[in-house]
């Protein structure tokens, strides 16, 4: 994809923050629901994120839709 080592890195960083700051608010609104209704809301959400990210990546190139997601991340 033509990036470098340092923005490679960045990202997995910015991922990995995400992850660990978002899995407990998750995790805490999802607690209520039955495990069942959980993976529905888990699968939708990534089934979305696909949608949305795979022509979004195609039609302004990899590297933008790489940056929004970053850019989200960081927000």
């Known amino acids: 994809m033509s ?4 923005v490679a890195g960045q990202s997995v960083t910015a991922f990995a923050l995400a992850s660990a700051v978002l899995a ?3 995790a805490t609104f999802t607690a209520a629901l039955a495990p069942r209704r959980t993976l529905a809301v888990v699968i939708g959400g990534l089934s979305v994120a696909t949608a949305v990210g795979v022509p979004l990546g195609h039609w302004s190139g990899w590297r933008a839709a790489l940056g929004a997601s970053r ?3 960081c927000w």
């Open 3 to 6: 990036v470098t080592p340092a």
């Open 24 to 26: 407990p608010i998750i």
């Open 71 to 73: 850019a989200c991340a």
